[in-house]
């Protein structure tokens, strides 16, 4: 990638708040372009010029580790300028509005705003309040409550299909590939984007979990519904496990975490049901000896979770090249 943007012309999104309505085309150029970046990454010099000079806003209202690092180095691997928004610290705590916030990052002169938040459709609120204001900022969904985590699923993505062809990763590689996603649906929306992407990938996707964390409205996706684990687990490519959303629930909706695990849990054992290069993911954090167990979470044989956090960079570095590129095409 050099310091000019060379604009796929077939990409049209200024913001990217969900993955409802990507075809696989577009996640075709997320990931070729994510593969590009890869190798920057791997290179002695990570940096490219690519977003020099141009303003990156962190709003995370909620909090996070993984996204927020991922999403800053990202930004600086683009040479862009960075503001972190802390909440704790902000004037939000003096009464100022989110949208007041947003529009105080705008004329301080962000073009980008990632943004996590613990209520859905927070990104939607701020990206329709941008294009009322006739700005060019992009906005980037990084979370919204139960919602979607679009770059958290376009990481996992990439990751499988790096798996079958590191060189030229894209989705006709998971076309027909039977994919288990393990554990807490009702509360996830890493599970809700990673349903879009696969299936527009072609994949036959299978959702295991117990009656209380797995609805049965989750059939409306097109995929295969499992109220226990074995028959989600035959013969699939791959196992996606779902961290047990312990902070939302306001319920009891598990007996105890010993029993979920007993039940739902992803050991080396309960693998010996899946194809012999089955490969499990998590988009972490992981409760150890919950979703995984720890002996699986750290054996690289099957686990492909450091290869996650690895490719969400890339991926995030993507996602912005891509954005900047649709805002100013001539640059």
């Not at 209202?61 to 928004?85: G, H, Q, V, Y």
């Not at 060189?167 to 984007?193: M, N, Y």
């Not at 696969?198 to 036959?204: E, P, R, S």
Request: charged fraction near 20%.
């Amino acid at each position: 990638m050099t310091a000019s943007f060379q604009s796929p012309p077939q990409w049209h999104r200024r913001h990217v708040l969900s993955l409802q309505d990507f075809s696989a085309a577009e996640l075709d150029i997320v990931l070729q372009t994510a593969a590009s970046f890869q190798e920057v990454l791997n290179r002695r010099t990570k940096k490219v010029p690519t977003l020099q000079a141009r303003v990156v806003a962190n709003l995370f209202f909620e909090s996070s580790t993984r996204t927020r690092n991922s999403f800053e180095l990202a930004a600086k691997r683009l040479s862009a300028d960075i503001l972190n928004f802390a909440p704790g610290t902000s004037a939000l705590s003096k009464g100022e509005t989110i949208l007041d916030t947003a529009k105080t990052l705008w004329a301080m002169g962000a073009e980008f705003m990632v943004i996590r938040h613990q209520q859905s459709g927070v990104p939607h609120t701020i990206a329709a309040e941008m294009d009322r204001l006739g700005t060019r900022v992009a906005v980037l969904n990084a979370g919204d409550g139960l919602h979607e985590h679009p770059s958290q699923a376009l990481l996992d993505l990439f990751t499988l299909c790096q798996l079958y062809n590191p060189r030229q990763p894209r989705c006709a590689l998971l076309q027909g590939k039977k994919i288990a996603i393990v554990g807490d649906l009702r509360h996830s929306r890493v599970a809700r984007s990673n349903l879009y992407s696969l299936k527009a990938a072609g994949a036959d996707v299978h959702l295991a979990g117990p009656p209380t964390l797995l609805p049965s409205e989750f059939s409306d996706y097109g995929v295969t519904l499992h109220w226990q684990l074995e028959p989600a687990l035959i013969h699939a490519d791959v196992v996606m496990t779902l961290r047990l959303q312990r902070e939302r629930m306001d319920q009891h909706l598990i007996p105890s975490l010993r029993e979920y695990h007993q039940q739902f849990g992803i050991t080396h054992e309960r693998l010996r049901l899946c194809q012999p290069h089955v490969r499990v993911l998590h988009p972490g954090p992981v409760n150890r000896g919950v979703e995984l167990s720890s002996a699986l979470l750290d054996d690289a044989q099957f686990s492909l979770v450091n290869q996650q956090v690895t490719s969400g960079v890339a991926v995030r570095m993507a996602l912005l090249y891509l954005m900047g590129s649709y805002l100013d095409p001539s640059a």
